[in-house]
């Protein structure tokens, strides 16, 4: 029921972009994306619903493929604060609790 | 807005000994939940509230892990008695209840130590 994520990590060079993605073997209502940084809590990046809809958040954007049950992040031009570790969350009953993902560490170094 | 808060932040506890935390979610968000995070791993979900009914509290280990949200807003989590494999972050997250689904809120969390 977990959802898998890839990559596992990723690092990159200021201005770059990455793509991560998120799978499920299960039917979504909707898919939450977090940021967690070393020691913090996660915080909340967007979420998406049933729709195939895509969302932005400054250069943040995800999209999410109902029918494929996937959804995937996408970084541009990445800045020294995106590092953390990105976590997807999905809903599985509608009910808005969450099966997080294993996580994905993305490193920006200048 | 003021956010979730946790107490206390970081607690090192004996096995077979009792821990309790505690959570006030942000003022509005009928939904309250507790995630127990292991070192390395995402968040796993413990028991979800809303208002003071349970909505799910499938994967909480009912034999020594119980939560409570007696008067629909804040609300303990209690491990008794606690063992090794318990050691984790305890995050406290709230949110809104709609007919929509909306993001979470957590909290600074609990850093629980077992030896």
């Known amino acids: 029921q977990q959802p898998v994520q890839s990559p596992q990590a990723v690092i990159l060079r200021e201005g770059e972009d990455a793509v991560i993605n998120c799978s499920s073997s299960k039917a979504l209502y909707s898919v939450h994306w977090y940021r967690q940084k070393h020691g913090e809590a996660p915080v909340f990046l967007m979420i998406?619903?049933?729709?195939?809809e895509q969302k932005g958040h400054d250069k943040i954007s995800a999209s999410f493929n109902e029918k494929k049950q996937q959804s995937s992040l996408y970084l541009t031009a990445s800045q020294l604060s995106y590092s953390g570790t990105y976590f997807c969350g999905t809903d599985q009953t509608g009910a808005n609790n969450l099966f997080f993902g294993t996580g994905t560490r993305l490193t920006v170094i200048p | 807005e003021a956010g979730v808060a946790q107490s206390p932040r970081y607690k090192i506890i004996e096995k077979r000994q009792s821990v309790a935390f505690w959570c006030n979610p942000i003022s509005g968000h009928a939904t309250l939940y507790w995630y127990q995070q292991i070192l390395g791993q995402g968040p796993k979900l413990l028991i979800q509230?809303?208002?003071?009914?349970?909505?799910?509290d499938s994967q909480l280990p009912k034999d020594r892990f119980s939560a409570e949200r007696l008067k629909g807003v804040d609300s303990t989590l209690k491990i008794q008695p606690a063992k090794l494999e318990d050691s984790a972050v305890y995050l406290c997250a709230s949110s809104l209840t709609g007919e929509v689904n909306y993001g979470y809120t957590f909290g600074s969390g609990t850093r629980l130590t077992v030896v």
């Open positions: 998406l619903l049933k729709g195939g």
């Open positions: 509230f809303q208002n003071n009914g349970v909505v799910d």
